[in-house]
């Protein structure tokens, strides 16, 4: 069974710059989630998607950062504009709606803002 | 909100036993995650306990006590490839079903 995967793995820009980064979840996944994992610290959920629809985006500064799951399958998350604090890793994750808690990880991508 | 508590670091000698404590304080609390994270790699899911009592899994098992707000995972004839970052988790009731609080994870270092 393939995993999650995400592209770019690794990208720096500069800030003010804008960047996406893309997911694909796990087949048969409709939960899906982004997190950001700031050096030293745990992930932080940013935004979850069941099919197409959030679920929630408590935590998702929406000044700067936006997310689509259009066809209910593939992601994109965005940041625009990239700030220095936005380094990180961003992890994306999916899960089966019938097993919430049981998260599988993509291998993230890893941002460098200068 | 909730309020998750774990060593930053820790070191250990390889074939011996470690234990990582996590404590956490939260209000309707569903359960806890143990997750491993080897430097530069995504969590990876280790175990995931809703009752109080110990589970175990092979070298590792993982322990909660829910009235104390405390777990614990045990790491049994530890290997190099221990070495990693192990991150507590809780999920709570009435919340959005998959929406889990992490903590900053403790770094076990194993030494020949």
């Known amino acids: 069974e393939a995993g999650v995967a995400q592209s770019p793995r690794y990208k720096i820009i500069e800030k003010r710059q804008s960047v996406a980064f893309w997911c694909n979840p796990i087949?048969?996944?409709?939960?899906l989630y982004w997190y950001q994992q700031i050096l030293g610290q745990g992930p932080k959920l940013l935004i979850q998607?069941?099919?197409?629809?959030?679920?929630?985006d408590s935590q998702l500064p929406k000044d700067r950062f936006s997310a689509e799951r259009l066809k209910g399958v593939d992601s994109t998350l965005k940041i625009q504009p990239a700030k220095l604090e936005d380094s990180a890793v961003y992890l994306c994750?999916?899960?089966?709606?019938?097993?919430?808690?049981?998260?599988?990880f993509g291998p993230g991508t890893r941002l460098t803002v200068l | 909100g909730q309020n998750i508590d774990q060593p930053t670091e820790m070191t250990a000698t390889e074939g011996a036993i470690v234990q990582i404590n996590c404590t956490y304080q939260?209000?309707?609390?569903?359960?806890l995650f143990w997750y491993q994270q080897h430097a530069g790699e995504a969590p990876t899911f280790l175990s995931y306990?809703?009752?109080?009592g110990l589970e175990e899994k092979g070298r590792f098992s993982s322990f909660l006590s829910r009235s104390k707000g405390y777990s614990y995972l045990l790491l049994k004839e530890l290997q190099m490839k221990d070495s990693a970052s192990y991150l507590c988790?809780?999920?709570?009731?009435?919340?959005?079903?998959?929406?889990?609080?992490f903590g900053d994870g403790t770094t076990l270092t194993v030494k020949p």
């Open positions: 994750a999916s899960s089966l709606v019938l097993a919430p808690d049981t998260q599988y």
């Open positions: 087949s048969g996944h409709a939960t």
């Open positions: 998607f069941q099919n197409n629809g959030v679920v929630d």
């Open positions: 939260t209000s309707g609390f569903n359960g």
């Open positions: 306990n809703v009752l109080d």
């Open positions: 988790a809780v999920s709570r009731r009435n919340t959005n079903a998959g929406k889990s609080t």
